[in-house]
């Protein structure tokens, strides 16, 4: 046995409080010990997913952007122009900055609704039962 956990020969009250407290703390310690390790072990493996997932998202990315230039130049060789690849890269090139105009905008629209309605809601109501009840008093 060591030290700490041997019993002491005191049994006022105050004796078994402390050793309470003692207990307590040792707990403590040993489930925020525990704690710590798995925490570092959560953050290793879900890094390692965020940056698996940051690689797939770049990766797509590319392929997104290579599928686009493929397409272009396949619009350009059926037009058979000499600089038709370039009138159909700006149409790309609008196009796909009209759509991210057109969802900066739908967030746009969706962040001025704010947020937690139904809470604003009821501190409203509240802010007219005070006024009601100032007005009374």
Same mark, same amino acid.
């Given at each position: 046995? =060591? #030290?700490?956990?041997?019993?002491?020969?005191?049994?006022?009250?105050? &004796?078994?409080?402390?050793?309470?407290?003692? $207990?307590?703390?040792? %707990?403590?310690?040993?489930?925020?010990?525990? /704690? +710590?390790? !798995? $925490?570092? !072990?959560? $953050?290793?493996? %879900?890094?390692?997913?965020? &940056?698996?997932?940051?690689?797939?998202?770049?990766?797509?990315?590319?392929? %997104?952007?290579?599928?686009?230039?493929?397409?272009? *130049?396949?619009?350009?060789?059926?037009?058979?122009?000499?600089?038709?690849?370039?009138?159909?890269? /700006?149409?790309? /090139?609008?196009?796909?900055?009209?759509?991210?105009? +057109?969802?900066?905008? *739908?967030?746009?629209?969706?962040?001025?609704?704010?947020?937690?309605?139904?809470?604003?809601? !009821?501190?409203?109501?509240? #802010? #007219?039962?005070?006024?009601?009840?100032?007005?009374? =008093?």
């Amino acid at each position: 046995m =060591n #030290q700490s956990s041997a019993p002491t020969h005191s049994t006022g009250i105050l &004796a078994h409080g402390a050793g309470f407290v003692a $207990a307590s703390l040792r %707990y403590c310690r040993a489930r925020l010990t525990l /704690a +710590g390790i !798995e $925490a570092r !072990e959560a $953050a290793v493996r %879900y890094g390692i997913a965020a &940056a698996l997932v940051a690689v797939a998202l770049f990766i797509a990315v590319l392929g %997104y952007v290579f599928l686009v230039i493929t397409l272009v *130049f396949a619009i350009a060789a059926a037009l058979d122009t000499p600089h038709a690849w370039i009138w159909v890269m /700006a149409g790309a /090139a609008l196009l796909h900055l009209g759509l991210a105009a +057109g969802l900066v905008w *739908f967030a746009w629209t969706r962040a001025k609704a704010g947020a937690f309605p139904f809470t604003v809601a !009821e501190f409203r109501k509240d #802010q #007219q039962w005070l006024k009601v009840l100032a007005k009374k =008093n």
